[in-house]
């Protein structure tokens, strides 16, 4: 069993930047496909980024702005997010995986099968 948990949420305005940051227990991290997805109010859950395989990959609306890392010494994964929009608003989820897929699979929520309750990230105008 693996555990994810997500710290690091807040209220910011639009333009600031801000660190949600994952910590993950109960597997050798080193070995898990991580990924970072977000949920809106009334929204279906999206992609946002991943760190697996050859990556890092990044959904289009985020790609320039955020960028996702992890540790596999201190069996941690961090996103950073710069230039926040009010439309960056949502629960941020880590993800982890047990299962290797190719990489265009880790943008999809099916191929992770360990999930963190999320953070609030919202942003003002």
């Known amino acids: 069993q693996v555990q994810l948990v997500e710290s690091g949420g807040g209220l910011v305005q639009a333009g600031d930047s801000l660190n949600v940051s994952c910590a993950a227990s109960?597997?050798?991290?080193?070995?898990?496909?991580m990924g970072w997805f977000r949920q809106a109010a009334g929204k279906e859950r999206e992609f946002v980024a991943t760190?697996?395989?050859?990556?890092?990959y990044y959904a289009a609306s985020v790609k320039g702005r955020f960028t996702i890392a992890r540790d596999n010494d201190k069996n941690t994964m961090v996103l950073q997010m710069n230039s926040l929009k009010p439309e960056d608003t949502a629960v941020y989820h880590c993800?982890?995986?047990?299962?290797?897929?190719?990489?265009?699979?880790?943008?999809?929520?099916?191929?992770?099968?360990?999930w963190g309750q999320g953070t609030q990230v919202t942003v003002s105008s």
């Open positions: 993800a982890a995986g047990d299962k290797w897929y190719s990489y265009e699979s880790y943008k999809q929520s099916w191929a992770y099968n360990f």
């Open positions: 109960g597997q050798t991290f080193y070995a898990m496909p």
């Open positions: 760190v697996t395989g050859g990556g890092p």
